[in-house]
């Protein structure tokens, strides 16, 4: 499709631009909230959280479900190591890969940052109002059936 100089095109009614904007307006609250709080960046948070269902995991397999490149997973992975929060050790299977556990220490950090996560989303919840259920099912829709999904 060809866009000719007299069509309109308004860059703040643009579905992606709009979605980019949001996601980066709530990320950059929950970041700063994080690092605030409990001095821990996104990234931290996400391998945190992640760890937290899994008993030892690797850091391909927290890529694979967090959206986040390795090198991104691996130096925050090394900043949690270094705070006494997870351990790393070789997968016997495979001494290529490198497992991330939790440490007492990182379940108990974990232990307070949920109940600020799940509060956060409830507020963003309520500043969404009766549109929050229709928001979350169009959410999971997208990803769901993004490219490379699933």
Known sequence: MNIEPTDTFLLDEFLPYQLCVAANQVSRSFAERFRRDFGISIAEWRVLAHLS?????????????????????????????????????ENPGDRRLVELELTATGRALVA???????????????????????????MRSMIREAPGAG
Do not use: N, W
């Open 112 to 138: 307070e940052l949920l109940p600020v996560a799940l509060q956060f989303q409830r507020d963003l919840l309520r500043r969404l109002g009766a549109k929050g259920p229709a928001v979350r099912e169009a």
């Open 53 to 89: 269902r899994a008993v030892a995991v690797s850091v391909r397999e927290i890529h694979a479900c967090v959206d986040m490149d390795k090198s991104k997973i691996s130096r925050a992975a090394a900043r949690l190591e270094q705070a006494g929060y997870v351990t790393k050790r």
